[in-house]
């Protein structure tokens, strides 16, 4: 689908998202879960070291995949999936691996090309299930048609939309009754000026002995402190000082206020999960022996899970999975 044929927004959602992975992919970025290669063109991402990728999508991926075993309890290959806004096809990729059928829809139509050229030379393709990757609108294209999936995945994408009665029920209504929705997604309204206090602690803390990509002073002025707090707090809600997005036109439409009340609504819910408050903002940054890396990722994921449910942090992400009963 070209461009040319997208709303203004979603021209220019589709431009940036075309312009990062271009760039990614240029300097070595390999979207794949069990290919993935050491990345230092990342500099505090998960996609930086393979041990990062497992620890992080890896175990998104595998929520997600329980989630619909667990549930529908179907053969795999009886099982339609549709993942929308599917990037360069990883999570796509790997459930069809599961032999689940899959369809992976994004509206950048350089990330649909990449994801289709790894998935043409993927070494386990004669062993996963069906597998097309397509480019195009959500809510317009004449590829998705009604009552056509058992399950609708939205991993990191549905707060992008901002119309969320109408986004979710258009997913309903793509959904086969008893089928799922499953939305695996960043909360940003619920980044907390503690959680805010928390991460700039921590980075110090880091910082010691250069063991964080970068330097965080240890003030011991009031002012001083609360200042950086306060830059965190916008940078962890990706917003600049003015409440700006500084990622994409459409990033952050929605939060938690706006999602999970119509998830609710259109939808019966059968699993319900806080996820994580800081940990992704760290692994990636991590610089101490690789080693140390992957055992210190390993111990601030568990941390953040502890934190999170001791009630000490908000969680800034959530799984949910509803079914379509009607």
């Known amino acids: 689908m070209s461009h040319k044929k997208l709303s203004d927004d979603l021209h220019q959602e589709a431009e940036a998202v075309d312009s990062q992975i271009e760039e990614r992919i240029a300097n070595g970025h390999i979207p794949d879960l069990r290919l993935a290669e050491p990345c230092d063109y990342f500099y505090n991402n998960p996609w930086r070291r393979p041990a990062y990728v497992k620890l992080d999508f890896g175990e998104q991926f595998e929520v997600i995949r329980d989630s619909i075993i667990g549930l529908l309890g179907r053969k795999h290959n009886e099982i339609r999936i549709l993942e929308?806004?599917?990037?360069?096809?990883?999570?796509?990729?790997?459930?069809?691996?599961?032999?689940?059928?899959?369809?992976?829809?994004?509206?950048?139509?350089?990330?649909?090309?990449?994801?289709?050229?790894?998935?043409?030379?993927?070494?386990?393709?004669?062993?996963?299930?069906?597998?097309?990757?397509?480019?195009?609108?959500?809510?317009?294209?004449?590829?998705?048609?009604?009552?056509?999936?058992?399950?609708?995945?939205?991993?990191?994408?549905?707060?992008?939309?901002?119309?969320?009665?109408?986004?979710?029920?258009?997913?309903?209504?793509?959904?086969?009754?008893?089928?799922?929705?499953?939305?695996?997604?960043?909360?940003?309204?619920?980044?907390?000026?503690?959680?805010?206090?928390?991460?700039?602690?921590?980075?110090?803390?880091?910082?010691?002995?250069?063991?964080?990509?970068?330097?965080?002073?240890?003030?011991?002025?009031?002012?001083?402190?609360?200042?950086?707090?306060?830059?965190?707090?916008?940078?962890?809600?990706?917003?600049?000082?003015?409440?700006?997005?500084?990622?994409?036109?459409?990033?952050?439409?929605?939060?938690?206020?706006?999602?999970?009340?119509?998830?609710?609504?259109?939808?019966?819910q059968e699993q319900f999960e806080w996820r994580y408050a800081f940990f992704h903002e760290f692994i990636g940054g991590l610089r101490f022996d690789e080693e140390t890396n992957a055992k210190t990722a390993l111990f601030l994921r568990e941390m953040d899970r502890i934190l999170v449910e001791t009630g000490v942090l908000n969680a800034t992400e959530f799984l949910f999975v509803g079914r379509k009963v009607n």
């Open 84 to 268: 929308v806004g599917c990037g360069p096809g990883y999570l796509s990729l790997e459930l069809a691996r599961c032999g689940f059928d899959v369809v992976g829809l994004d509206i950048s139509e350089k990330c649909v090309e990449i994801a289709a050229k790894y998935a043409s030379q993927d070494p386990w393709k004669a062993e996963r299930g069906s597998l097309d990757y397509i480019s195009g609108d959500f809510f317009s294209s004449p590829n998705l048609d009604k009552e056509s999936f058992d399950v609708v995945v939205f991993l990191g994408a549905l707060h992008h939309f901002p119309n969320q009665t109408a986004t979710l029920g258009r997913a309903k209504e793509l959904i086969r009754t008893g089928g799922l929705v499953i939305a695996h997604e960043p909360v940003r309204d619920r980044v907390t000026p503690g959680n805010a206090a928390f991460v700039h602690l921590l980075k110090s803390l880091l910082s010691i002995n250069s063991n964080f990509y970068t330097s965080h002073q240890m003030s011991i002025d009031r002012e001083t402190l609360l200042n950086e707090v306060d830059k965190i707090y916008n940078s962890l809600r990706y917003e600049n000082e003015e409440g700006e997005k500084v990622q994409s036109i459409n990033d952050n439409e929605a939060g938690y206020a706006e999602m999970y009340p119509e998830l609710c609504r259109l939808f019966k």
